[in-house]
């Protein structure tokens, strides 16, 4: 799996954009990179992934460097909903790993009113 | 989007005592559910990968007599944890892949969790 890093830690004001950054530079040619975030006691959640063009949905936008070795997740208005720990997630066809999530330690984004 | 549930959402048990947590998809069929285990501030660590009608897939070091993993049906999967002891006290989630839909391209669903406390 490739290994990813991420700042432990990021605060934001409220209606703010928010750039929570990735470094992925194992990543391999076939890795899709997603996306989750899990709000306190809850499940992870969807949030978006892509493999080398920048995406668009309702929730974020996702930023991936041409070398596709890092990227960047981008709330363009935060909102205390927001708040939660971050994952970003290689997912690739490698060795056993096929189509399993392994999770790394994430970036807790605290927002502020 | 697809709705993945679990239950209980939280439990006590004595100490000996074997729980069982269900994961349920309500609108989509699975063939695969993945189970995880959340320690308190850490990361999620997989634990096994459960495949409709055949033997579950255990990650090194979870030990498969201890926490048994049955998927019946396309819809549901089981995770019990046997002789359970306050170390195994944690935090269960389960995540499910739309039948059909396994490509990497596509998205998990989690449930909302189960918090198992063992007193």
């Known amino acids: 799996d490739a290994k990813t890093t991420q700042p432990n830690s990021m605060e934001s004001n409220e209606e703010e954009p928010v750039h929570l950054p990735c470094n992925h530079s194992?990543?391999?040619?076939?890795?899709?990179i997603h996306w989750y975030r899990q709000l306190p006691s809850q499940g992870p959640e969807y949030v978006i992934h892509?493999?080398?063009s920048n995406v668009n949905n309702r929730m974020a936008s996702l930023a991936i460097a041409e070398d596709r070795k890092s990227s960047t997740l981008i709330l363009h208005r935060a909102t205390l909903r927001d708040a939660a720990v971050y994952y970003c997630i290689p997912r690739g066809v490698g060795g056993t790993s096929y189509g399993k999530l392994t999770f790394g330690q994430g970036t807790i984004l605290t927002v502020h009113p | 989007g697809a709705v993945v549930s679990q239950h209980p959402s939280w439990v006590i048990c004595k100490s000996g005592t074997s729980v069982k947590i269900e994961c349920r998809s309500l609108?989509?069929?699975?063939?695969?559910m993945f189970w995880y285990r959340q320690f308190p501030k850490q990361s999620l660590m997989l634990m096994a990968t459960?495949?409709?009608?055949?033997?579950?897939?255990?990650e090194q070091g979870v030990e498969k007599d201890k926490f048994l993993i049955n998927h019946a049906s396309l819809t549901l999967s089981t995770l019990t944890v046997t002789s359970a002891h306050p170390e195994d006290s944690s935090f269960y989630i389960c995540?499910?892949?739309?039948?059909?839909?396994?490509?990497?391209?596509?998205?998990?669903?989690f449930g909302q969790g189960t918090r198992l406390t063992v007193v």
């Open positions: 459960s495949n409709e009608g055949s033997k579950a897939t255990y």
């Open positions: 995540s499910a892949r739309l039948l059909g839909r396994q490509g990497l391209n596509t998205e998990a669903f």
């Open positions: 609108d989509f069929q699975a063939t695969t």
């Open positions: 194992t990543i391999s040619g076939t890795d899709y």
């Open positions: 892509g493999l080398t």
